[in-house]
């Protein structure tokens, strides 16, 4: 949604319509690309205060094409991050401001669309009382306070009468909390709506999204965020910057550990900081705050053409594209509804090559593919009738081989359901342990000195730390290990990844954060270095050699293990069994790697600590965080391992 690290970058980045500068296709060596037309010589640009049915007004901003012997297209972006233009460094309204680009693509501004963004309700130049994550139903509302589907409604019919040279359809987009915006728009959609699509949205904020992973609060991008992202009094232009907290260090791991608890963490704030972020803090559980700002629960009666995007290694919102592509169709019958999945960050598919992220390298230009190949004849087919290959209702990115999936729904009705158990000596395999005794692996968690997530300093959440080297992981002594032997063929795993752990702690409550991990060969290639001072001593590089890739990684905050609306405490020493999903995947491990699967009960500070007793962690003192001892069983009836799905080679 909303993380500050991408926000400062993402919110005048990923997740505006004027986000990312457009990108150049690579010339011909023999036959250099023209410049492309700017868009201030093929657009005119207008501002209006677009009336909605309760009399609020909302400041909307219209690109319209210079060329009018055609008609055209309107194409939709709302957002609560603003609708100026980024110049110099600070945010710009006015007519006189234009952007480098305008759409999804490149390709957009040059075929011709009427452009429009849109301050959502309560935000910059708008009118109103803004929601976080406005819910579609509330009992009572505020004066002020409205319904996105309806605001949209209501722009929809005004653009239609006031707009000339508007063909009559409209399509709506946006990454990350504009996301949500799109997915929230089409909710009882108005009849000229043709196409939406909802990219990285934000869906469920405490199922999976940026706020909880498994009951266990997002602390470092959370906290990144929200130190920036606060409510100003409308209509205004302010913000013009996004500005970074100041940690006063360059390692988030000791800010957060010296303070420990979440009141101290939070008590470096502002009381303007904290409005938005305490909320969120302490509603700890599945609540009616959470559930009513669901908005996979409303998605009904939609008459457009829908695509979702999202990525594999998308950090904040990896769940929201994939819960929100089975509600739409769960829910509505008789339009398309496309997913796409591909090795990406948070919003990167929006102007990025794609082809690496950190270390590792899936050596084609994903992104360009994408906006190229997906994205743009999506639109161009449905609110132009542009003739052209019918987009398959799945398309992935198959990481590990590095290919492009087309399939006709997801999972892949092929796979077939395994799993991978935790055997002796640290082994992993498809085959149950041969124990006959009461068999387990334990270690001492102390959250005064948590295991942390990367292995360089950083603040916030950096990108690649979803595909990051594990090795500095594994060997902590409070880090449990699996690996098979080196595998004698590909193994192509799909869908949601799901541990199943037998555990006892000595504790009332624990954390359990299950890894899964690529491990490369012992000799694989390395990228080759030129080295800038040849007498120098180089400093160390990363080798790929034995690297040991996160694929997927999950907590669940144990006390939710039965259910997240009502916490319950471990018995100390009582064998419990926990089960829960993580994000889907489609990962091939290669022949002669290893699947390897971490077990640990701290990721710090990408997860909160937990004090290890069962209490209301955002009420919690430094002297409430306590060691502990943390079994998994490997025993006859508890076998612990995680449940996959296996694609047929």
Same mark, same amino acid.
């Given at each position: ?37 700017? &868009?201030?010589?093929?657009? !005119? ?21 210079? $060329?009018?012997?055609?008609? %055209? ?100 987009? +946006? ?55 606060? &409510?100003?009094?409308?209509p205004t232009t302010l913000p013009k910057r996004w500005e970074s907290f100041d940690f006063g260090t360059s ?23 904290? @409005?938005?972020? &305490? ?6 559980s599945y609540d009616d705050f959470w559930k009513s700002r669901n908005i996979a629960a409303h998605l009904k ?22 819960? !929100? ?153 409070? =880090? ?28 009332? $409550? ?21 080295? @800038? ?9 990363? !080798?790929?050699? +034995?690297?040991?890739?996160? =694929? ?15 916490? @319950? ?63 998994? %069983? ?9 449940? =996959? ?5």
């Open positions: 949604m909303r993380l500050l690290m991408k926000k400062c970058a993402a919110l005048c980045a990923l997740a505006l319509v004027a986000s990312f500068p457009a990108h150049a296709e690579s010339a011909m060596a023999d036959a250099p690309e023209a410049p492309k037309p700017a &868009i201030r010589e093929l657009y !005119t640009k207008y501002e209006y205060q677009i009336p909605m049915r309760d009399g609020v007004r909302l400041f909307t901003v219209v690109y319209v094409p210079k $060329d009018s012997s055609k008609t %055209y297209p309107f194409l939709m972006n709302r957002s609560p991050y603003g609708s100026g233009v980024y110049d110099a460094g600070q945010s710009n309204y006015g007519v006189d401001f234009y952007p480098q680009s305008l759409g999804p693509s490149k390709e957009f501004d040059q075929s011709g669309y009427i452009f429009v963004k849109q301050d959502v309700r309560g935000r910059y130049m708008s009118e109103g009382v803004w929601q976080e994550m406005t819910p579609h139903v509330k009992a009572s509302k505020q004066a002020g306070e409205g319904v996105e589907s309806q605001d949209m409604y209501d722009t929809v019919e005004w653009l239609l009468k006031n707009v000339r040279g508007n063909n009559g359809k409209v399509g709506i987009w +946006g990454i990350s909390y504009p996301g949500f915006y799109t997915s929230a728009s089409i909710i009882d959609s108005h009849p000229a709506i043709k196409a939406a699509s909802p990219q990285a949205p934000v869906t469920d904020l405490f199922m999976g999204d940026d706020s909880y992973h498994g009951g266990a609060f997002m602390l470092a991008a959370n906290f990144g965020f929200y130190s920036s992202f606060t &409510i100003e009094k409308n390692d988030g791991y000791e800010f957060f550990l010296k303070h420990m608890s979440l009141k101290n963490i939070t008590a470096q704030l502002t009381d303007k900081q904290r @409005e938005l972020l &305490i909320p969120t803090i302490e509603h700890t009666n939609i008459k457009a053409a829908v695509l979702t995007v999202g990525g594999w290694y998308d950090a904040e919102d990896p769940q929201g594209p994939l819960t !929100t592509y089975h509600s739409i169709k769960n829910n509505n019958k008789g339009y398309y509804n496309g997913l796409v999945m591909g090795p990406w960050s948070h919003g990167a598919w929006g102007g990025a090559e794609g082809k690496s992220l950190g270390s590792v390298n899936f050596e084609t230009k994903t992104g360009e593919y994408y906006r190229k190949n997906i994205v743009f004849p999506f639109f161009e087919q449905h609110l132009k009738g542009a003739s052209g290959k019918a987009l398959p209702e799945v398309t992935v990115f198959e990481t590990g081989t590095n290919v492009w999936r087309e399939y006709a729904s997801w999972p892949p009705q092929q796979a077939q359901k395994r799993t991978l158990y935790f055997g002796n000596d640290g082994s992993l395999s498809w085959k149950e342990p041969q124990t006959e005794f009461n068999t387990f692996d334990e270690y001492i968690s102390d959250p005064k000195k948590p295991v942390p997530f990367i292995s360089y300093a950083a603040t916030g959440a950096p990108r690649e730390y979803v595909v990051s080297d594990q090795r500095f992981a594994s060997t902590r002594p409070d =880090v449990l290990v699996y690996q098979t032997a080196p595998l004698d063929e590909d193994v192509t795993l799909v869908g949601p990844v799901n541990p199943k752990l037998f555990v006892s702690t000595s504790g009332t $409550d624990a954390d359990w954060i299950v890894k899964l991990i690529d491990v490369y060969p012992p000799t694989y290639p390395d990228k080759q270095v030129v080295r @800038e001072r040849a007498n120098d001593v180089p400093p160390p590089s990363v !080798t790929m050699a +034995g690297y040991q890739q996160l =694929v997927r990684g999950e907590p669940l905050r144990g006390k939710f293990r039965n259910s997240f609306e009502k916490p @319950e405490p471990f018995v100390p020493g009582k064998v419990a069994a926990i089960s829960y999903n993580m994000p889907d995947i489609q990962h091939t491990f290669r022949r002669g790697h290893r699947i390897m699967v971490q077990v640990q009960s701290t990721w710090f500070p990408l997860v909160d600590l937990n004090p290890q007793k069962f209490m209301d962690i955002p009420k919690a003192n430094p002297e409430d965080f306590q060691k502990a001892t943390q079994r998994v %069983y490997r025993s006859p009836g508890q076998y612990s391992g995680i449940a =996959v799905q296996v694609l047929p080679q």
